[in-house]
């Protein structure tokens, strides 16, 4: 390559470079543990199968105006629930001065309550496993899938609804009593949610854990296969995952550079100690001059004065048949905290396809990403993906420049495509949202940079998830997925 690699010494002191360190060697025994990895995958498929035919929940779409304990506000129209809680669906005007699009309005879900998405870890016989959740979310289009331990809004959790409490809800209240792997607060979709956060929260456990029923101890290796399966690891156990404290020092461990396989170069990635294209400084400065630099306005309006959008009996569209709708469905669930409910849900228009190009700058592995401006991220700017679209919002003839590489990789040979699987989104405010998740390599390196773009390694990757807001939930996501890949050859 024409520019080298330089070697970025960590901020961390003796005892955070050791404590890291051995938790970093931990989940890379976690994610090695193979050997009963096809054993422990039989006996998971014959847990899940029961778990689906137990977690069954009816799901009918109904008139918004057959929404039980909401009301479509009188003046603006917006929808919200009677108790105040939960959470409201707004309309938004933006404004970005020079964008593309400079201006629009749109509705979107205000919940500024912050929920809990943790996952309680245990170690047996010297592997991590971390207790999992089969969940059904009303949004899911197959019903159960892969769920935190914990994953509840404040409202539900505070039980405004009445109903049953959240198991293993008092560890992540009271982390400071055991070991916390991760504690961080990450946003959620910055399209649809008005500056929606959650704590993405790892406790580690020594003692022993009643595992209650539609709850299961696996192991990161095991994890790390099911993301492979569509739909079934949901979206808010991905966010998690992608916040464990993977990079450390030493973490290319037996790997060297005569390594040459895809894992190698994941394992040097996550190493603190070898050398990147760009500092970490840089890629923070980066980022804050994104920030500085992105002029966007927001202000909420009434839902029912929306230009561009109406309301019809059964959802509220654009008049282009794009983008996404407000509708309402009806749930029967007799496994969850309340037994019946309805709500109002977002129901987006297609697929979208969400994608980090790679590549092997001396052997070591960089993903191409870039800044994102959304109305509903709260600090307007966050690091995403190399592409993030649903193709059927643009022409395809002509693409903004953020979608330069769409093409490249919707074209990409099969050889190259190293992560294709499609997977949900939040299920639980969004009705069937899908996105396709792919990491394709080139061999392309620093001649793809341009002010929109740069290259950084997961270990930059991991230092900037130890903070909030600085990568959004589709990056995350895939970073749990390019993970994965670690034991490849």
Same mark, same amino acid.
């Given at each position: ?369 870039? *800044?994102? =401006? /959304?109305?509903?991220? &709260?600090?307007? @700017?966050?690091?995403?993906? %190399?592409?993030?679209?649903?193709? +059927? ?13 769409? *093409?490249? =990789? /919707?074209?990409?040979? &099969?050889?190259? @495509?190293?992560?294709?699987? %499609?997977?949900?989104?939040?299920? +639980? ?61």
């Amino acid at each position: 390559m024409a520019k080298t690699l330089r070697n970025l010494a960590p901020t961390l002191g003796p005892s955070g470079r050791h404590d890291g360190a051995r938790t970093a060697a931990r989940l890379a025994g976690s994610a090695w543990c193979g050997d009963g990895v096809v054993t422990a995958t039989a006996e998971f498929r014959r847990w899940y199968a029961e778990r689906e035919s137990i977690d069954v929940a009816e799901v009918q779409r109904i008139p918004l105006s057959s929404l039980e304990g909401w009301e479509t506000l009188p003046g603006s129209g917006n929808i919200a629930h009677r108790s105040g809680r939960f959470f409201t669906v707004e309309g938004l005007e933006v404004r970005s001065p020079g964008a593309p699009v400079p201006a629009w309005q749109q509705p979107i879900i205000n919940q500024p309550e912050i929920g809990i998405l943790g996952i309680l870890a245990r170690e047996f016989d010297g592997v991590l496993h971390f207790l999992m959740q089969a969940k059904n979310e009303p949004g899911n289009c197959n019903g159960v899938q892969l769920s935190p331990t914990v994953q509840a809004t404040r409202s539900n959790y505070t039980r405004v609804h009445g109903g049953n409490s959240v198991p293993y809800l008092e560890y992540f209240q009271a982390a400071s009593r055991h070991r916390v792997q991760v504690d961080v607060l990450q946003s959620e979709q910055g399209s649809w949610f008005f500056r929606k956060r959650n704590r993405n929260i790892v406790v580690e456990v020594e003692e022993d854990v009643e595992v209650l029923d539609g709850f299961r101890w696996l192991t990161l290796g095991q994890l790390h296969g099911l993301l492979a399966i569509d739909d079934l690891v949901n979206m808010d156990a991905r966010t998690v995952l992608a916040c464990l404290p993977f990079a450390g020092p030493g973490q290319a461990g037996a790997s060297s550079a005569a390594d040459d396989g895809l894992g190698g170069a994941i394992r040097r990635s996550c190493d603190e100690e070898v050398g990147s294209l760009h500092t970490l400084g840089e890629v923070q400065s980066w980022i804050t001059e994104a920030r500085a630099g992105a002029e966007l306005r927001t202000a909420t309006l009434p839902l029912g004065e929306l230009k561009g959008w109406s309301r019809s009996e059964y959802a509220i569209s654009h008049e282009d048949g794009l983008y996404f709708d407000i509708m309402a469905v009806e749930v029967k669930a007799g496994s969850r905290e309340v037994s019946r409910w309805t709500q109002p849900m977002i129901e987006p228009r297609g697929t979208g396809i969400v994608a980090f190009l790679v590549t092997r700058i001396d052997g070591v592995l960089h993903v191409l990403v870039q *800044p994102y =401006v /959304r109305p509903g991220h &709260p600090d307007a @700017v966050e690091l995403g993906p %190399t592409v993030q679209c649903t193709p +059927g919002n643009y022409a395809q003839d002509a693409l903004p420049a953020r979608l330069r590489f769409l *093409p490249a =990789v /919707r074209e990409a040979a &099969p050889e190259r @495509v190293l992560f294709d699987t %499609t997977l949900s989104e939040e299920g +639980g405010r969004f009705f069937h949202a899908r996105n396709r998740y792919m990491v394709v390599e080139t061999d392309a390196g620093p001649e793809l940079e341009d002010p929109l773009f740069r290259w950084v390694t997961l270990h930059q990757v991991a230092g900037l998830l130890r903070h909030a807001h600085y990568l959004n939930i589709e990056a995350r996501s895939l970073i749990a997925c390019l993970h994965s890949l670690i034991g490849r050859s």
